[in-house]
């Protein structure tokens, strides 16, 4: 990953709109920014959270509140809780994000 043509720049997350984004069960909540070729988000799950795929997309992933499962589909299963965070490239592992309490998350990808 290269950074380039981003200047400096602050984000208020509480001024960037939140979107709804419905899994197999309960529901995802994104606040995203793209800046280049990089897409920044605060991703915020409701308790009881199934993701409806298997996503095959890299990510970089730091649990801020709460905690996450990460099934792969090779059923290897990962928890995350505040402080805690993945990588994985693109086309690797597929991976979901399934939470029994609810999560909040920063994500790039």
């Not at 280049?36 to 959270?49: A, K, L, N």
Request: with cysteine; glycine share 10%.
């Amino acid at each position: 990953m290269k950074l380039s043509d981003i200047p400096f720049g602050l984000t208020d997350w509480s001024a960037i709109e939140r979107t709804e984004h419905k899994g197999e069960k309960g529901t995802a909540y994104w606040q995203t920014r793209n800046l280049g070729d990089i897409r920044v988000r605060m991703v915020e799950y409701s308790p009881g959270y199934i993701a409806d795929h298997w996503c095959s997309k890299g990510h970089i992933l730091l649990c801020l509140e709460g905690e996450l499962i990460t099934e792969l589909q090779n059923g290897k299963k990962f928890v995350l809780r505040p402080g805690i965070s993945y990588q994985v490239a693109d086309n690797t592992e597929p991976h979901r994000s399934v939470t029994e309490t609810g999560a909040k998350l920063f994500v790039i990808d």
